[in-house]
């Protein structure tokens, strides 16, 4: 027996769900900039705030950095780091990060961790690779993500872009008293070395590249505080958004 299915007239309230349940097009915000400028910690507070997801992209680096060291790969052997990327999991677990099952969210935080992520980040593979499961990961939600090339490279078509900056010392000052609230030692003259760099081999490596949008809103840090900075951020990220205060209900 043949079943035809009735055709619904126009207007019909099977139609109009249809059309109202349509998946949307997903939000994002893009926060790029040098280390130590308060990017994480302005991204995960912004997220809060309008209820998106955060997707940390610089500790996806640092995981593929730790997964090299575990595995005693020499960082500047490209063949070995393109292997070692191709064979790993990453997984974010809430606030945690997961590398081939085991929790690293402490390990992957240290300074050794931030110098090793600077040097496999260069290298095409990996950078190919955090590109498609960044993309991947932003592709059913609304997400403030942040790193050096989400604006200009990962997320071109992304409708608000910001680009934080801040003065060398306050930066090179944050990042120290962030590895001395984790434990870690270090000295002030250490850090800044450190920093620069990362600076110079953020700028200038060949695939993504610190660099800002040009459609990117600059914003500099240096002397504000914490709340005052994502405070702008969200009034601005409403303004081109046009999100809701609906979406934090």
């Known amino acids: 027996m043949r ?16 059309v109202q ?11 790029d900039g040098p280390a130590g400028a308060g990017k994480s910690t302005v ?5 809060d705030r309008l209820g998106f997801e955060f997707l940390d992209t610089g500790a996806m680096y ?7 060291v575990d595995r005693g790969v020499d960082l500047n052997d490209v063949n070995d780091v393109s292997g070692t990327v191709a064979e790993i999991s990453i997984q974010f677990e809430g606030n945690r990060i997961v590398c081939n099952g085991r929790d690293v969210t ?3 935080r240290s300074a050794e961790a931030s110098h090793a992520a600077s040097i496999v980040a260069a290298v095409p593979a990996v950078r190919l690779e955090m590109v498609r499961l960044q993309r991947e990961s932003a592709a059913d939600n609304d997400y403030v993500t942040e790193g050096r090339d989400q604006g200009s490279e990962v997320f071109p078509n992304s409708g608000c872009k910001f ?6 010392k306050e930066r090179a000052g944050r990042r120290l008293l962030e590895l001395q609230s984790r434990g870690q030692s270090g000295s002030m003259e250490d850090v800044l070395a450190q920093i620069i760099d990362r ?34 951020l969200e009034r601005t990220s409403r303004k081109r958004l046009v999100i809701s205060t609906s979406k934090l209900a």
């Open 3 to 18: 079943y035809d299915r009735p055709r619904l007239p126009f207007g019909d309230v099977r139609v109009q769900l249809a």
């Open 21 to 31: 349940t349509k998946k949307r097009k997903t939000m994002i915000i893009t926060i």
């Open 43 to 47: 991204a995960r507070m912004l997220a």
């Open 62 to 68: 640092r995981a593929v950095a730790w997964a090299c």
């Open 106 to 108: 402490t390990e992957i």
């Open 163 to 168: 680009f934080l900056t801040a003065d060398l």
């Open 199 to 232: 600076d110079e081999r953020d700028r200038s490596r060949d695939i993504g590249p610190l660099v800002k949008a040009d459609d990117a809103i600059e914003v500099d840090t240096s002397g504000k505080a914490i709340e005052q900075v994502v405070d702008y």
